[in-house]
Structures are given as structure tokens and as C-alpha cells.
């Protein structure tokens, strides 16, 4: 099928991270450091991305202040003519090197948020000290006169702080706030049932959510959707598979979505060995599930299926054991009681323990830049 031209980038610079989130959305077996792509080629990536009709970059990781290059990349996609995202733990920064980024043309940044109490957010982060990093840089950022997103990946451990997270993004000078509830595969599947909230939990954060976004209407936006082991209706991944957005890993590969590589018979194609136009258009990866047409039942016939797009094909595999299946978070899906009933276990569960990628609690280190 013809596809409609991207408008995002997601790049994945590094899967290097000094942090260890139990959430964290990169797959299970991360991508080597000497295979990562240099500037050279990310600045070629943005060049393509742009005669694409691609308008915004989001530089991610793991944490891109791993890369000592993350300056001149910057500059790249800035003078490639994308909008620039910095998406950063914000270990690995400080106000120095802040200021060198907006001047190569950083035009927004994205702080992570674990929680507002430092002991837990630490603790969530796998990371002593992380929080009190965080906010001061978060200060630098609007102290610069730069835009600033603060992003809370929401859990049963800070779900009951939706109040104090918000008010701390707005003392911050953040302009949005994105409450992400815990997407359940790669580390957050592993780790289910010591971030699932209850659904008493869920239904006062929702509660809570319209009294914030009244309180704050016009000075700070505030997103956020239902979890989807929760919801009724499916959302639209990345708004309709290979439809608005591309990721590319720190290898090169061209994913769909950030968690494809999930997906098990899916053949990434790298800009190595491609453009990303050719990629965009004719991988088989992307046309597995563009459109409509590889819909079963009852997606197939479903008048929302060209606004919901069969919702997300991970927690399709996840949860369906099928990449094709109708998202179990929609309420018409033959499953949709398993997701139900497993949100239900999970929660009763009350697990504490995390399991951390590979390493315990870091403790007082200097920022990794390597």
C-alpha cells in the first residue's frame, strides 16, 4: 500500500544507561556500543529523514549523554532543519554542557521523572542520587530559556502521587507533563507484578487527573491516557503502524515502533544498507501491519479499525501470543478478560523487589560519557 509520509524520528543513539528503570522500554538484549552508528551516518539519517518530510527528531537511548559526540549530532539534526528533542535521564549532563547543546540547536528537552520522594525515586531508577541530579538539571533547562517536558512513567509505586508529580513539573517551569503509565513488555513484563496499580488506584489517578487538568488549563498541558490493562478501546500504536513515525537503534536498524524487535519473523532492514526512504516504504517490516488489510476478526470489520488500527501489535504477541490478534485491551477482543485478569493478578501479587538490568543500585558515581 502507499504509505503517508513520517513526521517523527525517534533516534536511539546508545543503548548505554547509567540508569536501570524496571520499566524500561529497550529490548531485553541491547545493542553493542561498537556497533553503534557515528555522527557521520546520523547526520546522513536526518538528511534523508528531512527530504522525507520528516519535521522532528527525538534523541533518545538508553541516556544519549553516553555518547561524547552528542554536540555535533545535535547539530546535525538542527542543521538538517528537524526540531530537536533531547530525551535524557539527565545523568551524564550538566549546566556546561547544556548550553553547547543549545547553541548546536537543542530546542526542547524531556526529563525523566521517577517519583517526588528522592529515596523512592532513586530506588525505581536503580540509581543513588539520580533525583536530586535530575531536578537540577531540569532547572538549567528552563533557567536557559529552553522548553521542558517532564515525562513520570507512572506504577503502583508513585501512581498515589500524581498531585505532587505534577506540581513538581509546573515548579519547575515545565511546559507539559506527560503521566506514561508502565507499558508491559520487555523489562516492565519481567517486572509486571511489582509495577501494576489496582484498579482503585487507577480509578482515583483518573479522578485526580481531571482535577489537575482543570487547575492547570493554560499554563501547563498535561497528557495522559488509561493503562491500557485497564482500558476498553485500544490505542493507535505510534498512531497507526509505519503511518507517522520511524525508530532507528544505534545500529541502524529501522524499527516501526521502539518495542518491534519483539516481534518474532520481522526482517529490520539498516540504513546501513538501505535508504530510509526504501526502508520506509517497502520493508517488510513496515508492511506487515500497515493498514487494514492484514486485520483478522473483529478488527477486520470494526468501524474504528482506521482510527485504532487493531491497537498495539507487542501486547497483541504479549498477551494473544499473535502479532495479528485485536489488542486485548479492547473490549471486543476475545481476550480482553485475560488482560483484565491478569492486571487483577498482578496487582494482588504486591511485589516489591525489582528485577534491574543486570546490576544492583549504582551508588554516588560520576556521570558515564564515554
Given at each position: 500500500m502507499?504509505?503517508?509520509?513520517?513526521?517523527?524520528?525517534?533516534?536511539?543513539?546508545?543503548?548505554?544507561?547509567?540508569?536501570?528503570?524496571?520499566?524500561?522500554?529497550?529490548?531485553?538484549?541491547l545493542?553493542?556500543?561498537?556497533?553503534?552508528?557515528?555522527?557521520?551516518?546520523?547526520?546522513?539519517?536526518?538528511?534523508q529523514?528531512?527530504a522525507?518530510?520528516?519535521?522532528?527528531?527525538?534523541?533518545?537511548?538508553?541516556e544519549p549523554a553516553?555518547?561524547?559526540d552528542?554536540?555535533?549530532?545535535?547539530?546535525?539534526?538542527s542543521?538538517?532543519?528537524?526540531?530537536?528533542?533531547?530525551?535524557?535521564?539527565?545523568?551524564?549532563?550538566?549546566?556546561d554542557?547544556?548550553?553547547?547543546?543549545?547553541?548546536?540547536?537543542?530546542d526542547?528537552?524531556?526529563?525523566?521523572i521517577?517519583?517526588t520522594?528522592?529515596?523512592?525515586?532513586?530506588?525505581?531508577?536503580g540509581?543513588?542520587?539520580?533525583h536530586?541530579?535530575k531536578?537540577?538539571f531540569?532547572?538549567?533547562?528552563?533557567?536557559?530559556?529552553?522548553?521542558?517536558?517532564i515525562?513520570?512513567?507512572?506504577?503502583?509505586?508513585?501512581?498515589?502521587?500524581?498531585?505532587?508529580?505534577?506540581?513538581l513539573?509546573?515548579?519547575l517551569g515545565?511546559g507539559?507533563?506527560?503521566i506514561?503509565?508502565?507499558?508491559y513488555y520487555?523489562?516492565?513484563?519481567?517486572?509486571?507484578d511489582a509495577?501494576?496499580?489496582?484498579?482503585?488506584?487507577?480509578?482515583?489517578?483518573?479522578?485526580?487527573?481531571?482535577?489537575?487538568?482543570?487547575?492547570?488549563a493554560g499554563?501547563?498541558?498535561i497528557?495522559?491516557?488509561?493503562?491500557d490493562?485497564?482500558a476498553?478501546?485500544?490505542?493507535?500504536?505510534?498512531?497507526?503502524w509505519?503511518r507517522?513515525?520511524l525508530?532507528?537503534?544505534?545500529?541502524?536498524?529501522?524499527?516501526?515502533c521502539?518495542a518491534?524487535?519483539?516481534?518474532?519473523g520481522?526482517?529490520?532492514?539498516?540504513?546501513?544498507?538501505?535508504?530510509?526512504?526504501?526502508i520506509?516504504?517497502?520493508?517488510?517490516?513496515?508492511?506487515?501491519f500497515?493498514?487494514?488489510?492484514?486485520?483478522?476478526?473483529?478488527?477486520?470489520?470494526c468501524?474504528?479499525?482506521?482510527?485504532?488500527?487493531?491497537?498495539?501489535?507487542?501486547?497483541?504477541?504479549?498477551?494473544a501470543?499473535?502479532?495479528?490478534a485485536?489488542?486485548?485491551?479492547?473490549d471486543?477482543?476475545?481476550?480482553?478478560?485475560r488482560?483484565?485478569?491478569?492486571?487483577?493478578?498482578a496487582?494482588?501479587?504486591q511485589?516489591?523487589?525489582?528485577?534491574?538490568?543486570g546490576?544492583?543500585?549504582?551508588?554516588?558515581?560520576?556521570?558515564?560519557?564515554s
Open positions: 502507499n504509505a503517508p509520509a513520517p513526521l517523527g524520528l525517534l533516534a536511539e543513539l546508545t543503548h548505554r544507561c547509567p540508569l536501570a528503570c524496571p520499566y524500561c522500554s529497550n529490548p531485553l538484549k545493542e553493542d556500543r561498537a556497533d553503534e552508528l557515528d555522527t557521520t551516518g546520523w547526520a546522513d539519517v536526518f538528511r529523514a528531512v522525507m518530510g520528516v519535521l522532528q527528531v527525538h534523541l533518545s537511548g538508553g553516553s555518547r561524547r552528542l554536540i555535533e549530532i545535535t547539530r546535525a539534526a542543521d538538517a532543519g528537524l526540531y530537536t528533542n533531547l530525551i535524557t535521564s539527565a545523568i551524564g549532563l550538566d549546566a554542557r547544556l548550553g553547547r547543546l543549545k547553541t548546536a540547536g537543542l526542547h528537552v524531556q526529563v525523566s521517577q517519583d520522594d528522592p529515596t523512592g525515586s532513586d530506588r525505581i531508577a540509581y543513588d542520587g539520580a536530586g541530579r531536578l537540577a531540569a532547572e538549567a533547562v528552563t533557567g536557559l530559556g529552553m522548553a521542558l517536558t515525562n513520570a512513567v507512572i506504577h503502583r509505586a508513585n501512581i498515589d502521587h500524581l498531585t505532587t508529580l505534577v506540581d513539573a509546573a515548579s515545565a507539559r507533563v506527560e506514561a503509565h508502565a507499558q520487555g523489562w516492565a513484563l519481567r517486572n509486571r509495577l501494576m496499580p489496582t484498579r482503585a488506584q487507577i480509578d482515583r489517578a483518573m479522578q485526580e487527573l481531571d482535577r489537575l487538568q482543570a487547575r492547570y499554563r501547563l498541558a497528557d495522559s491516557v488509561l493503562p490493562y485497564y476498553r478501546r485500544p490505542k493507535p500504536c505510534m498512531g497507526g509505519g507517522r513515525s525508530n532507528i537503534t544505534p545500529s541502524g536498524l529501522v524499527l516501526p521502539h518491534a524487535q519483539t516481534i518474532p520481522l526482517a529490520f532492514w539498516s540504513v546501513r544498507d538501505r535508504s530510509l526512504a526504501d520506509w516504504t517497502h520493508s517488510p517490516a513496515f508492511e506487515a500497515r493498514g487494514t488489510a492484514w486485520m483478522k476478526e473483529p478488527c477486520r470489520s468501524e474504528f479499525r482506521e482510527l485504532d488500527f487493531g491497537g498495539c501489535r507487542c501486547q497483541a504477541l504479549a498477551i501470543g499473535d502479532a495479528a485485536t489488542d486485548p485491551s479492547c471486543l477482543s476475545p481476550l480482553h478478560g488482560i483484565q485478569a491478569l492486571a487483577q493478578q496487582a494482588a501479587e511485589a516489591t523487589e525489582y528485577a534491574y538490568r546490576r544492583p543500585m549504582r551508588t554516588g558515581v560520576a556521570p558515564i560519557v
